[in-house]
Nanobody, 122 residues
């Protein structure tokens, strides 16, 4: 079956940068939108950034101008480049993708990665 695997999380100081990646693998016919969500302790999971199959992007207001999302369709990978990080960015970051599974009719379904911890602290 399909899996999403994130990597790149870690500990950084305020003002630093971090690059997260998420690779989809398995029986994939097509991937539509891909996105990054995050969940901080005591808070609901929120959308951070999304990118469509055509490259259109949108971002949460809290990260606009600091984060960039991109994708490599040949590698079924989505990247979140995080710059000027703030302590408020500390959260578990989750990859999400709408995937049409090979041999399965009926449309796209949402898949989630396992999450990767990002901690911004001095």
């Amino acid at each position: 079956q399909v899996q999403l695997v994130e990597s790149g999380g870690g500990l950084v100081q305020p003002g630093g940068s971090l690059r997260l990646s998420c690779a989809a693998s398995g029986s994939i016919s097509d991937i539509d939108g891909m996105a990054w969500y995050r969940q901080a302790p005591g808070k609901e999971r929120e959308l951070v950034a999304r990118i469509t199959s055509g490259g259109n992007t949108n971002f949460a207001d809290s990260v606009k101008g600091r984060f960039t999302i991109s994708r490599d369709n040949a590698k079924n990978t989505v990247i979140l480049q995080m710059n000027s990080l703030k302590p408020e960015d500390t959260a578990v970051y989750y990859c999400n993708a709408a995937i049409w599974v090979r041999y399965i009719s009926g449309g796209y379904k949402n898949y989630w990665g396992q999450g990767t911890q990002v901690t911004v602290s001095s």
